[in-house]
């Protein structure tokens, strides 16, 4: 188990990562649906959602060379069974929340915005789930944090500097032999949105 978040820096190829900053800005539609922590009622902050087409060879690719680094890390098999867009622009708060409740699945958010000033602030922060302890990472583009999904964590929205909008990928993954136990199980709560990526 990690003890703390382990941070990757340049994460993808330079070639690679404008590809997907380009994807995520200039080819598909940002929307005002999600929210950090289940479904809202009422007035809560939510931050803006991305509904890509789950087909895009960019989204995989870089799934893939992200898995390759976190394997030095996790040191078991591992398979994609999450992406997750988010955006935040200024006063767009963000509540701690988990990605799932299994603890071997695990959740890299990396980074996207291609500059970024760390005054903006945008900190990843997350809280390990037996000591309490609260880890902020700051927001520089081509990095990312990995962390236990069931960690409790949230990204912090941009500060009142910028008016440039804080956007992520959270590529979460889970050990092939529980994969393989939560696909044998139709009542299981994940399985729809697993099922989606295996």
């Not at 940002?30 to 509904?51: A, C, E, H, P």
Request: glycine share 4%; with cysteine.
């Amino acid at each position: 188990m990690l003890e703390k978040p382990v941070i990757i820096k340049d994460v993808l190829e330079v070639d690679l990562f404008q590809d997907l900053w380009l994807e995520m800005n200039k080819y598909t539609k940002w929307s005002l649906t999600n929210f950090s922590y289940g479904k809202r009622i009422g007035d809560q902050q939510v931050s803006w959602g991305l509904m890509p087409k789950n087909d895009s060879i960019l989204w995989y690719k870089a799934a893939s060379i992200i898995k390759l680094k976190l394997l030095r890390h996790l040191r078991q098999k591992i398979q994609l069974c999450k992406l997750h867009f988010n955006a935040q622009t200024r006063g767009q708060i963000s509540e701690f929340h988990k990605d799932f409740d299994e603890e071997n699945c695990w959740t890299f958010v990396l980074f996207t915005e291609s500059e970024w000033n760390t005054q903006w602030g945008g900190e990843f922060v997350s809280q390990h789930s037996i000591t309490g302890e609260y880890f902020y990472v700051p927001y520089i583009p081509n990095s990312g944090a990995l962390i236990p999904a069931h960690w409790h964590h949230y990204g912090m929205s941009p500060n009142a500097i910028t008016d440039k909008a804080r956007t992520t990928i959270a590529f979460s993954y889970m050990a092939v032999d529980d994969i393989d136990k939560l696909l044998n199980d139709e009542n299981h709560p994940l399985i729809d949105k697993v099922r989606k990526f295996v």
